[in-house]
C-alpha cells in the first residue's frame, strides 16, 4: 500500500469519528433539552400510538411566538412526530386510513389544523429551519378548536382520554389545548335477507 493511499485512510478515519463524535454530541443535547416519548392508547383491537419529542416552555411565550400562529409546525421538537393506527378510523368525522403518518399542526389563536401526511421524513425542520413536511403527501387534514387552560403546562404533552364513544388525542401546552376526535370506523354489517 503506498502512501498516499495510508494517508487518505488515516484521514477517513479521523473525520468519520469526528463526525461521529458531533452526531453523538448534537444529538445527546437535543434529546436532553426534548426528550423522546411514546404513548399509546388500546381498547378491544384497535391500538393508536404517537412517538414525539417533549420541549420545555423554559418560561417562553410559546404560541404566537415560539411557535407562530398560521405556520406548519412539526408537533414538537427533534424529529416529526409519528402517529399510527392499526385499524382505519374517522378523525373529527373524516377517515383516515390505517397505517403510519406523520403529524403535522398550524396553530391558530381560536383554531389548529391536524394534518396527516404519509410521507416518513429525517428530522422535523430542514437546515433553514422550513418544516420538512410536503402537502403532496397529506392523507387527512382537519381543522379542531383551541381552548386556553388556567393551568400552564410546563412541557410539550401529547395524551389519550376516553369520552363517552370517542377516544381523543389530546395535545397541550403552556395555556393551550387542542381535543381531536377519534372514532373506530365500523365496517357495516350486512344482514342476511330471509325469504318467507
Not at 90 to 109: A, C, F, H, M
Request: zero cysteines; aromatic letters at 14%.
Amino acid at each position: 500500500m503506498n502512501n498516499n493511499l495510508k494517508l487518505l485512510l488515516k484521514i477517513l478515519g479521523i473525520s468519520l469519528l469526528v463526525f461521529a463524535v458531533i452526531f453523538f454530541v448534537v444529538h445527546y443535547n437535543t434529546k436532553a433539552y426534548s426528550p423522546e416519548d411514546n404513548v399509546s392508547y388500546t381498547n378491544d383491537d384497535l391500538t393508536l400510538e404517537v412517538f414525539y419529542n417533549r420541549p420545555y416552555k423554559k418560561g417562553r411565550e410559546i404560541f404566537g411566538n415560539l411557535v407562530p400562529y398560521d405556520s406548519i409546525w412539526r408537533t414538537g421538537a427533534n424529529e416529526a412526530t409519528v402517529f399510527k393506527t392499526n385499524k382505519d378510523i374517522l378523525v373529527d368525522g373524516s377517515l383516515l386510513q390505517k397505517g403510519e403518518y406523520t403529524l403535522w399542526t398550524i396553530p391558530k389563536q381560536d383554531s389548529w389544523k391536524i394534518i396527516f401526511n404519509n410521507k416518513m421524513y429525517p428530522w422535523g425542520i430542514d437546515l433553514k429551519g422550513n418544516a420538512y413536511r410536503d402537502p403532496e403527501f397529506d392523507a387527512l387534514v382537519v381543522e379542531v378548536p383551541a381552548s386556553n387552560q388556567n393551568i400552564s403546562v410546563d412541557q410539550f404533552t401529547i395524551y389519550f382520554e376516553e369520552a363517552n364513544d370517542l377516544v381523543f388525542l389530546a395535545i397541550s401546552w403552556d395555556k393551550t389545548s387542542v381535543r381531536v376526535p377519534i372514532k373506530i370506523k365500523e365496517t357495516p354489517t350486512i344482514e342476511a335477507s330471509s325469504n318467507n
